[in-house]
Each structure stands twice: as structure tokens, then as C-alpha cells.
């Protein structure tokens, strides 16, 4: 990791445990001879420096401790029993979770970075005079928030971004450069926007216009509006459109991942977690604890239970109604070899006609 | 949907279907003993409240019609004919196509909304002396017209939009936050682009350069321009790249959702609708009055004819020339069952030339 | 091509090779009695007009020579020989290559459309004090600089840019409209980055919360950074993350086309090219001069070597080990003909299990 801090502004390994332990996790230094270090920064095991803090969550990776120069590595006891016919000059630091440790202390250092941009709201921002603006809330350069627009005590807007009328933002949201929220879009507490989502665009709805004909399209107007729940994270580049008459939905603590489309009247339980390139087609609703893959597709009009895990790439163009994993992406191979496989792949259903009638009638002369 | 209006600021049912039938529909009002009622919104018949208009197009769903508390309900003469043995206590207004009635009222509230918004060019909008501007042009906030730039009579355009130098924009388009067109750009008139869309970015050419060798590219700069048809609508972070020396060309009444790629040099043809998440590949040429479904993809250099039907999914390699329906999305399955389906997929054409040589020469001792 | 130049602003064709041939390629105007013309624009061989230079790069298109308006024409001397007994009134140049000739004339008709841009920083840019600008830098209308920015001498960048704290900017990069860097984000020089840009948002990291239960993330704060090599393009709307704890990569001359998305961690090799709607799950390494076609998907945890070509539309789901071209698109159809494919795609292997039991026991009665 780059190192964030400098030597003189970098906490001790016990003043840093502290701070980043937010919740209460177990968390205890094994006693040393050596002065408690100070910790300027992160690393994986294989690249943390002597003035980095490391952690061991996967046993597959105890290999990888014995030449390890980091400060200290955060480790369950049981790795720390196998560890130890392994010598490290690391300062143990035992733990029952330390791949959530790690996600505690890398908040800790992202912390101190935000911490450091400015506060205030910029003068060149353009806020309109209903528009409620929360304590503490930071606004950057450039920023558009309309009118009758909420922004919530605490939630910092970063440049370029755009709050459409009547849209309300919770407390301590954090907006990257250029989010766009339309009109009537309502997010939670605690919301991380990435740059370039945009939030409340119009639904993709079209009434074929009989009267002009031709194929001509009449605009179905998208009057419903979109709402977000706490602790979500939308990812960069990524869209949600609004409802054409009721609300778009994501439940609380939904993380999307870039560039994903959330279509129209679409509903994301909580918790649900879709990589990257994802599409939901309209009406769709997904259940809770789900994890969508990169690049998967969800049809319109669908329901999926909770606890679905479809894997990436996959085409859901079905109802699933029971937990579990589902995969549908085609294998790949050397194109000469694929070439082989695809042609008879346009010809399977002659290949089990074929096969039936020599389960009939046996061996044939076709 | 989130009412709209105030109740003093509602239309009567009359007044309503008058002002929102601005291409002379047949809709006839049902008499009835009560005084004609205000309506502040649009409603599903499932969810439509007392002070809301709502409608029947699909017959499947006359079974909601019973217990619907709307104000009044549009639906045709058949299903009125259906439903009278289903008593309900709403108005009911007779009306050959429904679905489009509908739209016309969404389209009726949604321009109460707009007609709301802030008007006249926003002082902080960097406008190029040598830009033409229309008369009743919105420019809101931090937008850039550069040089040479036409905005068309009663455009608007929202927050940070970008118009790039020599590009047009016809009448009557709306540009929704952010919206990027680089250069030599043309739009028709009654645009509606949104936000995060990007006109007339490079096409995606490069020359290998055997002097530089070691696998190095020359860039081909893309010359051409983009031309866009009217009654156009383009999605949320949507781009179409300018051509390499001609111009890409988007017909009249196209629909594009949100998250397509429409690369150099491609055609699309009047009226033909895209899902989101469709690409489609460099020099391919669309036909008139296509639907491609949701993260479809398009072949460079291809020929799909007129009212051509793209499944959602399909990967499309090859031209087609009739018109008709095309998929070729893999069906997903539970994961167990994939992996047995798929081991066999990746040896199709083995399993071809063991049902041949049974067929020539019976069962097999292989 | 759109005409660029009026005729007073062009250069003869002597002039306008010299000028455009910035690599010394070789290139000869064969002799002719006419006056050497004036060159306004650049076409292809059936549109370009009078005033235009075209090419002949591949020679399938060599009947289109005959018929050729254009004022000049660059082709190999084997093409010549060919073309000898295809009378045309354009001049002929001769050149090895062509295509990169071609090239190299677009870059420069396109470098004098940019010659006429607004040079110098706008007044409503906002660049923190700290930030370090270079000379003959221009910083159009809207942008942002936060604290500690770089921007390389000559760089030019378009509205409504961010450049986040501590971020860098090599020498002579072109950035188009609202291009957003995140902190910490490295760019080489001659970077070309298309409008919607997105580097250096969080990569997708989350760790399940046992002790908030209930199936809820915490935030793995994505600590690494995004390292961008020289002469690299990147496409509009696309997104680099920025790495867990050490850096995005990609290396020199990779070429990205739009609506890509790259993960965090993922390595990226020298003179790879990506066509559009690419994904790139996290910590995949990707060698050296590859291809990747349009729509392509690439699981996460991966290594490709170099001079790997993938098809378009393919899911790369395990390592390539060798070089060569790999394909996984499943063949399109009409619709009737792919549903009876499909039916027995989903029962393949009990295809395989009966015609085994056929191959064992003969015809049977199943």
C-alpha cells in the first residue's frame, strides 16, 4: 500500500487497535520485548513494510507469514498455533476475525485520508434557496442541488454532483464526484455514491402509437420515484431507474459494484451484493442475502428467493423460488475446438432424434 | 405514484383527459350521478388511491379491477363489457387503446412537473460567443456550449451538461443532467437524452505500427460525426462514438435504454428500441423497427434487416436477413446440474461421432 | 468526412504528407502533369470527393479504385501494379503501409481541429493551490484540482474534469469532458481519456459481518491506487478500480474501448486492446499484446498469458496458459429453432448417460 501517514502522525499499534476496533471485536496483542511500533499503514503479507500492519484470514496463505516484514499480523489463534513452528519478527496481534479486522483498520486509514479534504460548502456550488441543507455537510465545486432538495447532517457531496428537486439524501451519505440523483430520489443513512451513478433516470417505457404508426413509439412517462435504504454502496457508472408508477427499490445494505443497470420497478432485498456489468431487467424482484455475479442478466418480470447465489455471466430467465447456486455460462475453449462444439450445438435436436431412433430401432443407415 | 399535485391544484376528470389528449383519441366519459372528481395522480389499478386515475390495458388483470379504489379507470368497451359483473365504485372512461391513454396522462403529469423547473440560462453556464442560442433555451447550471454550437428553440438543457464545438441540437430537446456531446454532433429535435450519455466519443480504431513493433498502436483519430434522427430518446450512461470518417447514424424515433455502446460507423433504423446493456460492434447496420432485448450483443460489420427481434442475452454473429425472432441465451440451471450439462457441452462433438459410428455400425465397445 | 478545412486553409498534398508522416515512413507521390491539388478532408475510397485524399489498404476493395473521386490515393506498389488496368483520375501515392499512413493523415487533420480549441485554464476552474500545473496546460470551464494534483506539461483537459488529491497527470495527455480521477490515480503520458471516465473508485470489497448478522457487509476502504503507463487510451464511460491494498495496473499502449470495467488488482499488459462492454473481475492478470472482443468477461483470480485473442462475447472462466485465439459464444437462431436446441441443452447429460448405455447394450427399449 502506499503509505498513508507520516511516521510522526502514525498511531501505535495499540493506539491504532483501538481506534479502528468500532464494534467490539476480541482483538489482543501478544506481549513482546520490543516497543509497541508505530503503524503508517496496510498491507497484504507478501508486500507489507516493517511500518505496516498485515493480517492472516486465509490458512491456504500461512506460508506466506514466515517471511513476512510487516510491524505486526492480525491472526486467529489457531493460525497462530500452526504459525508457530514458523519464526516472523511480526508482533502477533490475536483475533477471532481478522479478515473483518482488516476491513476495520483499512477504514481506519481511509478515515484519516477523507478527514484531510475539505470541509465547508464551495462557492461555486449552486443551491437552491428551498433546499435543506444538514449539519456538517460538505459540498465540493460545482455541485447542483435543486430545489426542495434534503441533504442530510454530516453527508459530504463530492464535485459535480447533481441533486435533483425533492430528492433527500440521510446523514453521513458520502457522494463521489458527479452523481447524478433525478428528481425524487431518496436514499438512506450512511450511502456510498460513486462517480458517475446515476440515480432516477426514466424507466425504459414506450406504448406503441398506433395513431402515428410506422412502429412509432409513444414516451410512457415515469412518475415513480426511486428509494435506496440505509448502508448502501452503488458503484461507479452505475444506474437505477425510476419507477413508472411506483418506486424502484434497494433494501438496506445492498452493495452494487460499477456499471450495473437496476431497470425500472426492479426490488433488491437486503444485503445483496451484485458484482460488476450486471443487468435487472424491469419488474424483477430479487430476494435477500442474494450474490449476483459480474455480467449476470436478469430477465423482466421475474422473483427470486432469498439466499439465490447466481454465478457470472449467468442468463436468469427464469423464476427461482428455492436457495441455493445457479450457473448457465457456456464454456470456452480454443477456437478450433469451440468451432467443433458449436456446430453441433445448432443441430442438438437432431442429434437426440438421432439417438431415439436408435433406441428404438437400433443401428441405422441415415 | 408519489401524488403530484395539491388538491386545489388538480384537474377535474374532464378537464384532465381533455388537456392530456393531445392526439385526438377516442375517450368517452361514463355517465354518473357523482360531480366529476379531481385528480391529483396516476395510479396502477392495484395501488391507485381514491384522487388518482388508473387503467386497464391488459384483460389478465380485470380480476384487479373489482377492488380497485381509483378515481376513475380507462379501459376499452370489451373490458368494460367484462367487468359489469364486477361492480366497483370507479368512474369509467371508454377508450379504444388504453395503454396509450395511459401514456398520454403520465406524459400530462410528468410536463406539470418540468413545466415546475427553473427556466432561462443559468449565470454560471460557459457559453461560446459563437454559440446560437434559441429562444425559450434552459441552460442550467455549469453547462459548457463551446464554439459553433446550436441549441435549438425551447431546448433545455440540466446541470453540467456538455455541448462540444459545431454540435446541434434541434428544437425542443431535453437534456437531462450531465449529458456529453463532443464535437460536429447533430441532434434532431424532441431529444431526450440523460444523464451520464456520451455523443460522439473516438470510435475504437488503431492501426498496428510495425515501425514502433513490440505490439504498439497507431491511433486511427476518428474524423466522422454522429447524426442523430428526431423523436430520439438515449439512457443513462449510454455512448455512441462518432464514425472513423463517416458519420454514425441513429434514425428517427429510436428508443436506446440505458448502458448501451453503439460503436463507429453503425446504423440503426427508425424506430427500433434497444434494452439496456446492448452493444453493438463497429459498421454493424440495424434495420427499421427492431427490438433488441437486454444485454444483446451485436457483431461488427453486420446486416440485421427490418423488424428483426433480438432475445434478450443473444449474442448476434452473423447477418440475418428475414424478419422475425432470434435468441441464443444458454439456459442457466441449479450449479450441480450445469456442471454435468456443461462437461458434456465442451465434448459435443465427440459425442456426435459416437452416435455416427453407432449408427453405421451399432453398439460399440468404445 | 465532414470537410474540415476550407480551401484556403489547405495544404497541397506534398505539404500534407510531409507535415502528416511524423515517423518517416516511406511515401512517394507518383509523378502526374496536373498541379499538385489541395487537400481539405480525408474519405474512403467510395465517398471521398475531389478535394479529399483517400487509401487503399486492403485489396479486396481494389473495384472500388475505379470509381474513386478523390484527389489522391495512398496505396502499396503491388496494389498499383493491380490497380494499372483500373483508370482512375486520382493521383497515386505510394507507401508500405497504408493503413498506418492513413493513420498518421487522420491524426493530423485531427490536430488542427484541436489546434483551434480555448487553450489556457478558465476562470471557473477550481484548482487548490498545492496542485502543480505544468506549462501549456489548458483546464477548460468546470474543472476541478484538488490538493497535490500533477498535471504534466501540455496536458489538455476538457469540462467539467475532476482530478482528485494527490492524483497525476503525465506530459501532453488529452482528458475529454468530465473525466473523473479519483486520489492517488497515475496516468502516463499521452494518455487519451474519453468523456465519463471513472479511475480509481473502490474496488468491490466487503467482508460478511458476523456480528451485525443477518447477512450484513462491512466496507473492505480500498487503500491501493490506479497505475496508468504511457500512450494508453481509454474509452467513455469506462471504469478502473482502484486496488484493496496495492495498485491497479496497465501497462503501456493498452488500449481500452468504452463501457469497459476493470477491477481492482487486475493487471493489464503492454499493447493489450479491449473493444467496449469488457468486464475484468478483481486480481486477474492479463498478458501483452492481447485482444479481448467486445462483451467479453473475465473471472476474477486469473492469469492470461500474452498474445491471447479472445472472441467477442466469450466468459473466460480459467487460466490461458498458451497463446492463441479462445471462443465460448453459444450460436444464435431463429427462436423455434433455438427452443428445440435449448430443451436439449438442459439434458445433456442424460443424453450422454444414454447414449453410453446404447454403446454398452445396444438399442433399448428406454
Chains 1, 2, 3 share one sequence.
Not at 25 to 49: F, T, V, Y
Not at 59 to 74: G, S, T, W, Y
Not at 198 to 212: E, I, M, W
Request: charged share 15%; hydrophobic share 40%.
Amino acid at each position: 500500500m502506499p503509505v498513508l501517514l507520516a511516521p510522526d502522525q502514525a498511531p501505535t499499534l495499540s493506539q491504532l487497535l483501538a481506534a479502528a476496533n468500532t464494534i467490539g471485536l476480541d482483538c489482543k496483542i501478544l506481549e513482546s520485548p520490543e516497543p509497541s511500533p508505530r503503524i503508517q499503514g496496510l498491507g497484504s503479507l507478501n508486500c507489507a513494510g516493517p511500518a505496516e500492519i498485515s493480517f492472516l484470514s486465509n490458512p491456504r496463505l500461512l506460508h506466506q507469514f514466515e517471511a513476512c516484514r510487516a510491524a505486526a499480523v492480525v491472526m486467529t489463534a489457531g493460525s497462530y498455533e500452526a504459525a508457530r513452528n514458523r519464526p516472523s519478527g511480526c508482533r502477533i496481534v490475536l483475533c477471532s476475525q481478522p479478515y473483518l479486522m482488516y476491513a476495520l483498520l483499512a477504514q481506519w486509514f481511509d478515515r484519516h485520508r477523507t478527514d484531510r479534504l475539505a470541509a465547508g460548502i464551495h462557492p461555486s456550488a449552486v443551491i437552491a434557496d428551498s433546499a435543506d441543507i444538514g449539519q456538517d455537510v460538505s459540498i465540493a465545486a460545482h455541485c447542483v442541488i435543486e430545489a426542495g432538495a434534503v441533504i442530510g447532517q454530516g453527508s459530504r457531496l463530492g464535485p459535480g454532483c447533481v441533486i435533483g428537486a425533492g430528492s433527500r439524501l440521510g446523514r453521513d451519505c458520502l457522494l463521489h464526484a458527479r452523481v447524478t440523483l433525478y428528481h425524487a430520489v431518496t436514499v438512506g443513512e450512511r450511502a456510498i455514491l460513486h462517480a458517475g451513478a446515476v440515480l432516477g433516470a426514466d424507466g425504459f417505457g414506450f406504448a406503441p402509437d398506433p395513431l402515428k404508426g410506422g412502429g412509432a413509439w409513444a414516451k410512457i412517462a415515469q412518475l415513480g420515484g426511486v428509494t435506496i435504504g440505509d448502508d448502501v454502496e452503488i458503484g461507479a457508472n452505475t444506474t437505477i431507474d425510476r419507477g413508472a408508477l411506483e418506486n424502484t427499490l434497494i433494501g438496506d445494505g445492498v452493495k452494487l459494484d460499477n456499471q450495473i443497470m437496476i431497470a425500472h420497478n426492479v426490488t433488491v432485498g437486503e444485503h445483496t451484493a451484485m458484482a460488476a456489468c450486471v443487468g435487472v431487467a424491469g419488474s424483477t424482484s430479487i430476494g435477500r442475502r442474494c450474490t449476483i455475479g459480474g455480467a449476470a442478466m436478469i430477465s423482466g418480470h421475474l422473483v427470486l428467493a432469498d439466499d439465490v447465489h447466481i454465478s457470472g455471466g449467468t442468463a436468469v430467465t427464469a423464476n427461482i423460488s428455492e436457495a441455493g447456486r445457479y450457473t448457465g455460462v457456456y464454456p470456452f475453449a480454443g477456437h478450433a475446438q469451440w468451432q467443433r462444439n458449436a456446430a453441433v450445438l445448432s443441430q442438438l435436436s437432431q442429434l437426440r432424434r438421432r439417438l431415439r431412433s436408435i433406441e428404438k430401432n437400433g443401428k441405422t443407415d441415415q
